[in-house]
């Protein structure tokens, strides 16, 4: 537990290398602590705990995408990889790190316990926001290290010598108690900071990139609440960011192109008008990326090793975005061809392809008058198609499969305007509100909802101009029904035409996809959800594996998929159906990861952790 705990980083800043690996605390080396008590100082020491979060990216990143469903290991893939995809990874694996994590924890403690908060400048606390950005970190940090490892050493005090080290009696807890102490109790409860801005804004010579890295106080709260399943309080901050920045869930669908639209035998309502500007050998079904649309908090790595923190996911999945090419006169696409590799060691799974390629595409007639006739298609998910680009090999024989989105921007993503609104609705779904969550996928939560008879409840609209009052007073005008820049359905991100999902007459309604969705869940586990007396919970629960699979299309390759699957399963554990038997959730992720072969027994909780150093 020393080399984990024991970390001071040294004052720098993300744009020059500095003194950032771990000391050594075997040795008698002094340790210099840094003084923050000036705001310079202070932030150049916020800055190092940044490059620390950046430290920890690849690990983060590894140990949720790799036990996750979405990705799968090749013939080229090495050993740490192998092990964290079939669940024998080893404390000697180098993915296996809760240091990288108690490293930040550690700094947090440090700039918490020392600088001064008293400090302001007229009726303005010059302290406040940048406090309160720590104290996100330290939570961002303990919440991986409870995901990962279970219980963990919970530790507040910065920990600056061996003997702090030995006489460390800091008790080990469980998600639900670390978030009770970070988010709950005393004088640093990140609740005190709920509704507070980013520091760093004018003034600050790269504030915009300093700022990205930031985590909203509102938006770990609602994370840490969610992992918790404390629903309700998970949905207060969520709600409160999304009112506060007015962040629409907006009309962003996948960019795809259809090579020859005649060789579908796509039906004649869903064809352009021959006036149209479209053509077959290049049909674009639809026209933005949501790759990296609506960011919230991600973290830039370097250009370069000379520059900072690099990443080596890039290069796992098969494109080296740091090879510089020795052809002066080579083209910029030349030299962007020329990063991709045929050794691949990270790849898109058989079953992210099979739930992108089973889904339908919902769409509206083209036809004048026809307006109210909608269709579906099967040709999948768009966004999968937006995300995967196939290539010829170098020896132009097998078809290759990369992922597009480390290829343009090496940049790890914590949170997007989708992560927000998603979690939301898991959190309503628990609520007892699976008719909001769908709502989130369908329509948008817009004022709309408010005269719907299909699928949303009274109690729903009670719940939207109540306690979540985002249609009525300051909510109408920012979830409005009308205009542009209004409230969109997720789902339309990959399966849906400007319309098609929309309204009572698309063929995407809550009873069908409820019903797809259960008839899924009994053959799968053979249990039987007909006349259950716990119907609610039924339903709940198929929403629920509802929203698994739009977080599997939304946040695919993002680094968060296995602590999707973890917060589902435990959640499921801990409320399910009567009729579906004890531990319905360990047997449920079991499923979803069976095609890996783990070599442990998934349905037992305690396997799914990594081991402790």
């Not at 340790?31 to 690990?59: N, R, T």
């Not at 799968?72 to 080893?90: G, P």
Request: hydrophobic share 35%; with cysteine.
């Amino acid at each position: 537990m020393k080399k984990i705990i024991f970390s001071v980083i040294c004052m720098m800043t993300l744009f020059v290398s500095s003194c950032s690996d771990m000391l050594d605390v075997e040795t008698s080396r002094e340790v210099e602590l840094p003084s923050i008590g000036q705001a310079s100082d202070s932030l150049f020491y916020v800055l190092g705990i940044m490059q620390a979060v950046q430290q920890a990216a690849d690990a983060y990143y590894i140990q949720n995408e790799m036990r996750g469903d979405l990705v799968d290991v090749t013939v080229h893939s090495d050993l740490n990889l192998r092990e964290m995809a079939n669940f024998s990874a080893t404390a000697s694996n180098k993915y296996d790190s809760a240091y990288v994590y108690y490293r930040i924890i550690n700094n947090c403690n440090y700039y918490i316990a020392n600088r001064d908060t008293t400090l302001y400048d007229g009726t303005y606390n010059v302290t406040q926001s940048e406090y309160a950005t720590v104290l996100a970190f330290r939570a961002w940090a303990y919440l991986q290290l409870a995901r990962n490892y279970g219980k963990v050493k919970f530790v507040t005090k910065p920990l600056t010598s061996l003997s702090d080290i030995e006489n460390d009696k800091s008790e080990e807890l469980g998600i639900k108690e670390i978030v009770a102490r970070l988010a709950d109790e005393g004088n640093t409860a990140l609740r005190r900071y709920s509704g507070l801005d980013l520091p760093y804004g004018n003034g600050v010579i790269g504030s915009d990139y300093i700022r990205s890295m930031c985590i909203p106080v509102d938006v770990i709260l609602g994370e840490l609440y969610l992992e918790a399943g404390r629903y309700a309080e998970a949905a207060d901050y969520y709600f409160k960011y999304l009112l506060k920045y007015k962040m629409v869930a907006s009309d962003q669908r996948s960019l795809v192109e259809l090579s020859n639209m005649w060789d579908l035998n796509l039906p004649n309502d869903f064809l352009p008008e021959s006036s149209g500007n479209w053509f077959p050998d290049n049909f674009s079904l639809i026209s933005t990326s949501t790759s990296l649309d609506g960011r919230i908090t991600y973290l830039p790595m370097a250009l370069n090793k000379f520059k900072g923190v690099t990443s080596e996911i890039p290069k796992l999945f098969g494109f080296d975005y740091y090879l510089t090419s020795g052809d002066e006169d080579a083209t910029p696409d030349e030299k962007y061809q020329a990063k991709f590799m045929d050794e691949q060691q990270i790849v898109p799974s058989s079953a992210y392809k099979s739930l992108a390629n089973n889904s339908l595409y919902y769409y509206t007639s083209r036809f004048a008058g026809h307006e109210n006739e909608k269709g579906a298609l099967s040709i999948g998910d768009q966004r999968a198609k937006a995300r995967v680009v196939q290539r010829s090999n170098v020896g132009g024989v097998d078809t290759m499969e990369y992922q597009r989105l480390f290829t343009y921007a090496p940049q790890i993503i914590l949170y997007r305007s989708s992560t927000v609104w998603l979690h939301l609705a898991e959190a309503f779904n628990r609520m007892g509100y699976p008719d909001a969550a769908f709502a989130i996928l369908k329509d948008g939560l817009t004022t709309n909802l408010l005269t719907d008879t299909t699928y949303i409840t009274d109690g729903t609209k009670e719940l939207l101009t109540g306690r979540y009052p985002f249609l009525i007073g300051e909510g109408v005008s920012i979830f409005s029904g009308t205009g542009g820049a209004r409230n969109y359905g997720i789902h339309r991100h990959g399966c849906s035409d400007a319309s098609g999902i929309d309204g009572v007459y698309s063929l995407y309604q809550m009873d069908t996809e409820v019903l797809r969705k259960l008839d899924e869940i009994e053959s799968m586990f053979e249990v039987t959800s007909a006349g259950s007396e716990d119907s609610l919970a039924v339903i709940v629960n198929a929403v629920e594996d509802l929203l698994c699979d739009e977080y599997a299309m939304e946040f695919a390759f993002e680094g968060c998929r296995y602590a999707d699957l973890m917060r589902l399963a435990r959640h499921k554990n801990e409320s399910s159906p009567a009729g579906y038997g004890t531990n319905f959730g360990g047997r449920w992720l079991a499923r979803k990861l069976a095609f890996k072969n783990p070599v442990k027994n998934l349905e037992d909780e305690q396997n799914w952790y990594l081991p402790m150093k």
